[in-house]
């Protein structure tokens, strides 16, 4: 009766303009960079299959605007998250400041049933301009830690350093709320406790 | 079906979209009568519709209509007349937007009115602008060989061709939300009568009429829910093969009639896919005429030349969709390296 259901993923990405949301989307799917800056209108999604421990799965990457004026699409949009990945940029602090106001927007506007343990992942991007840096690896590890362990991964989009690794471990965090909460009960069992007695089977 | 039973019949956007917007109906025929019954909502002037199609009735996008056309969408949703060939349909889907004066037209088909939307936009790629597909398949053959009683659809009665469609229909256990759109929709089946049901079937089981190779047009979204059980799930992969550029908006569930069980994710995925192809009231409320044309240049040439090298193709539907959106400087060249 173990149907091999599809796994559907729906990863939204949130945090200030400019912070290279869309690079990292592309870069990742895509593996393509450009130096053009140009404003996400609204949202918009890229589709990626991946292997999470032998299993496919697809996940659709929802990329956003910053910019609070683009934002039309309203509540619907949020619904069925199965992670957030909040992205500032390591050069300029007050990205890094505006992440506490991204995750309480996402909290509100989703309303996931178990908001403390969402699975949410902190990326601090833009880490190839390293001598502008404002943002300590230590400062962002520790905001990451009072919000619950939030995994954190320092990246470039440019030179695509930690992209792979930190989409991977959305995957990974985003199918454990997944198989927590929804999981596909077939269609004739029911949820019981599952009888013990059943020792006597040889094995 | 009682109607008192129905209880989407009784909800606000149904009963929103009932008081405003009237059904219109157009004879496109000569000799013979052909009525085609549609709605038509959204600002007339300069706006490129939506055009829904569908193998029930026109009024099962009610919430696309009331949730949409207030923010600046023109849709129109038909619910056409009896043909018993595709090509038939297609000559006669013209006449109808010759008609209502519809030069251009995006097109959003579900199941039946998928495959119509595609046979259309191969007999006539120069009219449509892109093209939304939900919960349909490319190919009949499958239909065809399992119809045993194809030929004759014309002179069975209605309560046995009512039976054969909902024989399709999804059953078993389903959330509060799909229960009640299932309700809908076989309400919406009753109204339907006999020459109407059989032409929908024949059509539905008729040999098809797309070319065997597909598109590598990009103006496609095709938005399916992953419960999806009217349409096996073999044809819907199929069908993104068959485009292997389109973009696939996976829904995780929602059942077969998703535009109403889901109509929110529905809305988003519309919105987006419309914003990628010129059409974007909120942002933009005078979308400009230029950006459409060349979206209009850019579709056909796509869609005639399928020998384009697929690299290229794999850059460009970022490529059109940052044109369209910003109707700015279009260099974006770093993408060929």
């Known amino acids: 009766m173990a149907t091999k259901k599809k796994v559907l993923l729906k990863v939204i990405i949130l945090g200030d303009t400019g912070v290279g949301k869309t690079s990292l989307m592309n870069q990742y799917v895509n593996k393509k960079f450009s130096n053009q800056y140009k404003a996400t209108i609204g949202a918009d999604f890229l589709t990626k299959e991946l292997m999470v421990d032998d299993r496919v799965v697809t996940m659709q990457i929802w990329d956003t605007a910053g910019q609070e004026r683009f934002q039309s699409l309203g509540v619907a949009f949020y619904r069925g998250a199965d992670c957030c990945v909040l992205v500032y940029d390591v050069n300029v602090a007050k990205t890094f400041e505006n992440l506490d106001s991204w995750r309480d927007e996402f909290l509100i506007q989703a309303g996931p049933r178990d908001p403390d343990n969402f699975p949410f992942v902190v990326l601090g991007n833009k880490i190839d301009m390293e001598n502008q840096r404002v943002v300590s690896q230590k400062r962002a590890a520790s905001w990451c830690q009072s919000k619950g362990n939030i995994p954190y991964f320092e990246t470039s989009a440019k030179e695509a350093i930690n992209v792979e690794q930190a989409f991977q471990t959305i995957a990974r965090n985003a199918i454990k709320l997944d198989e927590g909460l929804v999981f596909p009960i077939p269609p004739g069992f029911q949820v019981q406790p599952e009888p013990t007695p059943a020792k006597t089977t040889c094995c | ?337």
């Open chain 2, 1 to 337: 079906m009682n109607s008192s039973d129905v209880a989407l019949l009784s909800s606000e956007p149904y009963i929103l979209f009932k008081s405003w917007v009237p059904q219109q109906k157009i004879s496109i025929g000569t000799v013979n009568e052909k009525l085609w019954k549609y709605y038509d909502f959204g600002p007339k002037k300069d706006t490129i519709p939506l055009v829904f199609i569908s193998p029930g009735t026109a009024e099962i996008f009610y919430k696309q209509f009331v949730s949409l056309c207030p923010k600046g969408y023109r849709f129109i949703s038909v619910q056409f007349s009896p043909y018993d060939s595709l090509l038939g349909w297609c000559k006669g889907f013209e006449r109808f937007l010759d008609r209502l004066g519809l030069e251009k037209i995006h097109l959003f088909g579900t199941s039946l009115g998928g495959y119509l939307a595609q046979c259309f936009y191969q007999t006539r790629p120069s009219r449509v602008i892109s093209m939304i597909l939900n919960n349909t398949f490319c190919d009949t053959q499958y239909y065809h060989d399992n119809s045993s009683c194809a030929a004759m659809f014309s002179i069975l009665p209605e309560f046995m061709l009512k039976k054969i469609i909902l024989s399709n229909f999804p059953s078993g256990k389903l959330d509060k939300e799909m229960c009640d759109t299932v309700d809908f929709m076989v309400y919406q089946i009753e109204s339907l009568q006999q020459q109407e049901l059989a032409s929908r079937l024949t059509l539905n089981c008729s040999i098809g009429l797309l070319n065997p190779s597909g598109g590598l047009m990009e103006n496609i979204t095709i938005i399916d829910s992953l419960d999806t059980v009217s349409v096996p799930e073999k044809l819907r992969e199929e069908c993104y093969k068959y485009y292997p550029n389109a973009k696939i908006a996976l829904i995780k569930e929602g059942g077969d009639f998703v535009y109403i069980s889901r109509s929110d994710e529905v809305n988003i995925h519309i919105q987006v896919h419309l914003r990628n192809f010129g059409l974007d009231p909120v942002n933009n409320p005078k979308s400009d005429e230029t950006t459409n044309n060349n979206n209009i240049n850019n579709n056909n040439n796509n869609n005639n030349n399928t020998t384009q090298i697929k690299k290229e193709k794999l850059n460009k539907p970022l490529k059109t969709k940052d044109t369209n959106q910003f109707n700015k400087s279009s260099i974006f060249e770093d993408e060929h390296e």
